[in-house]
């Protein structure tokens, strides 16, 4: 096993007397905490901790503090841009076991749970109260994981991110204290709006150790629907047009010819091979009937074919479990690759041209990588499938990125719709941010004078 | 005319230089620049400069820094909590000459403006392309003071505040930089949310010059209504049961007895003097039906009487207009009268109880203090109407404001909604946010580290 330096395994030492066999550095286990399911390479921490409770977390970061020792809180590893890594060593507070669903105010439409819990425990546990939870990123994600990375998915585009739906939270400061940042109150005006400083921050601002998210009532109706198109010019169109006419859609997702392909094969499925889209429509009896009409008429209007619409809940569990498993399915495109996805966020109005550029640039760079997105949103993802050992293909593959971040920007877009900048995409904020980064990064040092937590995410210091 | 101490003194001369007549120390323009709408004691700056320019900001935030002289970013003065209070003196930066709309991206469904805009004038702007920016606060408030002051309003229930409704924004930080808080993509994962930091942030961390908003398609079909309820809680409940069926309402106000009789006499108008709730409905013909329909079987529950609804443009204005001229219509309660309007916010499920004790109180406390409320997001206002000669009434109101304050919170909520803190509230932020509002400290601290922009607001240093 590689062994911790000086400080660190200072501290160590002293949290293993503290936690017992609550404290591991058992290689096999550190590994596992220091890779998420990204192409970066994994960097695994000196120890990994796993705390039971607020007080706990205190002790662990007042320990990590006094001997210099960087704290990497973990969630289930479900990340995309590197954020686990421990790129300078350092202890991994794994919160699986703070997975307790704290309190359920039905009444209020809100929740407030412990950071492990993940989004289909929380489900899992609301099924009664007629409420569920929309964010889906697809993983079963923890609600800290989530809110740490700022996380959106598929229904953002009617429910908002992570951003929209974490109402306040709990969390515990790089000098031991813990704080909340809010009420239970739907909006206030009291102060600076330290909720949304630490949604997305990364760990890099504190650990956070409890979360109050928004609720919503079940809808009373909801269909899914499928349809193909000739284009994937022509399936952007009908989400720009769907958005633009106001149609309260609860998802629009764009799968193109090569992820359909990748689809069918992973999961045995007998879809068409082209351009389509995976829709949702939530509400009234009424209203979705409503919706499904306008979306159909659109969808008419740009060649739309076989649209299918369903509203069994084991038709729409199918149809949403093969979007979610896109990730995986490209995997088995390629025996031994391994799969890069990349996210990108642009105004609606360039998406179609964003994604037929980049369509391009895949085909010129002649590179396995289908495209998925939240198109609803403008967000898409390209998942570059690679060979790890080919240091070549791994080249164009970088370059690719490059060029899509590059594209995005000039769009007046964003290098990350929801994956996040973990150290993956730290090189990409100062073209993103200009000045602002300074200023995130006096943020970073007033609240982690240290960096301590989460060192080389978000911020490079 | 008061004379503005040292430094000041030397930054206004080199800005006079600099601004010719675009730069004044008239007193009666000064004292206009440091009384708001609220109750609280003016305190005028030493003087007013009218910038046109991003680049113009920069010189005078410059200046201004070197010679250790306060800046506070000025509106059209429509603030409730004195934000806009010279309490060190120092230079008003009036943004009203910078109100130029930008650009308008209808397909993208956003706008970027000048922080000088108001919202009339945005919707005036916008009124031949179909959209709609709906956050509506009641006064004609600027764009760039809604944005500072994380303001919200009547339909804040369907549309969200500002916090929801700013995509991102430019500002000048205190050290003379421009910065942008974002792109233009719906949502981005890329780095610490900044747009969100200066949201709410009242001109203490720079000033906003750009404003990036969301807007709306205006809705096919919209009508109001008005019902009146045996008692206050039975309109309460009306709202809770409302928001908690999932209605999408798009407005839901409260407005109690002592507040009809003012609307009744100021505006000359017959509605019965009984709890009343106010309500608006988006949407297609058909959902806005099922809304009204839905809406109106919940209200029979409760005692509701008269549900009135209207759908013509001019019965809706007039019906909003009554509602907006709440404060006004107050202070023609008593001749000489000043109203003292203050607000809170608690989670929906203790709303009608903390309406209840507060009415409880204004009625052994004596006062004249009408409550209105956005209700369907749990906020609600109480107006003090108060002859501001009278030390004994005017400590009644304020023993009267600490109970409100301290009930809410209580009940888990926040002491403002969105009027924000100002300098009457800097007071009430250690209840509310505990160890939290040492991280605001240092938020502040790091971006502003000499404490020169609109001090003594939210943060007292």
Redesign the interface.
Known sequence: MDSAVGGNQTAIDFLNQRFGDRLTTNQAIRDRHGTDESYHAPKAPDAVVFPQTTEEIIEIVNVCREHRTPIIPFGVGTSLEGHIAALKGGVCIDLCQMNAVLSV?A????VTVEPGVTRKQLNEHLRDTGLFFPIDPGADATIGGMTA????GTN?VRY??M??NVLSLGAV?PDG??????????????????T??F???EGTLGVIVDVTLRL??I?ETIYSAVCTYPTVDDAVNTT?TT????V?IARIELVDEMQMRALNKYSNLGYAERPTLFFEFHG?K??VA?QIENVRAISDDFGGADFASASRPEDRSKLWQARHDAHYANMQLRPGAKAWPTDV?????RLAECIAETRKDIEETNLVAPIVGHVG???FHVDMVLDPGDAEEVGRAVALNDRLVAR??EM??????????GHG?VD??AA?????????R??????DPLNLMNPGK?ISL
Chains 1, 2 share one sequence.
């Open positions: 105010n009444e209020d439409l809100d990375t700022r996380a959106s953002a908002g991110t951003r929209e400061t204290r813990y704080i909340r940042t809010g009420k239970r109150a739907r909006k206030s005006s009291a102060g600076y709006d330290l949304r400083l949604v997305g921050s919503y009532g809808p720009i958005i633009q006419s106001g309260p009234t009424a209203g409503e966020c642009v105004p609606i109005s949103d403008g967000n995005a920007l007046d877009g964003t290098c990350s719709g929801e994956h996040g900048v995409k990409k904020l993103e941010h200009g000045d602002a980064l300074d200023v995130m006096s943020v970073k040092q007033s609240i978000i």
